[in-house]
Nanobody, 124 residues
Framework: VQLQASGGGLVQAGGSLRLSCAAS????????MAWFRQAPGKEREFVAI???????YNTDSVKGRFTISRDNAKNTVYLQMNSLKPEDTAVYYC???????????????????WGRGTQVTVSS
């Protein structure tokens, strides 16, 4: 599967952005779809994942502000980001895998497919 993320940009603190990740292929609904982010000098960090009607979040950093959703008819997963903070500044990546198990969803090395990333910059 090929992934294409979009929707990043520059926003002031407190603002909102919606990221999109369009996937190729006919079996999108069977994929676990996740968002990760990577700030300069830091490791890639799990943000959220969606599969089979379930959504999980990195509760420490984004819960209550970010919402992941997906439209299987459009082969697209979204990340709605509200109340953005400067520390949310990062390159955001979408990732996919069909077989990742629940214990490993936070581990970026377990995902087989990645999009190129989209830059999100939050100014203070």
């Amino acid at each position: 599967v090929q992934l294409q993320a979009s929707g990043g940009g520059l926003v002031q603190a407190g603002g909102s952005l919606r990221l999109s990740c369009a996937a190729s292929g006919r079996t999108f609904s069977s994929y676990r779809m996740a968002w990760f982010r990577q700030a300069p000098g830091k490791e890639r960090e799990f943000v959220a994942i969606s599969w089979s009607g379930t959504s999980l979040y990195n509760t420490d950093s984004v819960k209550g502000r970010f919402t992941i959703s997906r439209d299987n008819a459009k082969n697209t997963v979204y990340l709605q980001m509200n109340s953005l903070k400067p520390e949310d500044t990062a390159v955001y990546y979408c990732a996919a895998d069909r077989s990742i198990i629940a214990s490993y969803y936070r581990d970026p090395h377990k995902y087989g497919y990645w999009g190129r990333g989209t830059q999100v910059t939050v100014s203070s």
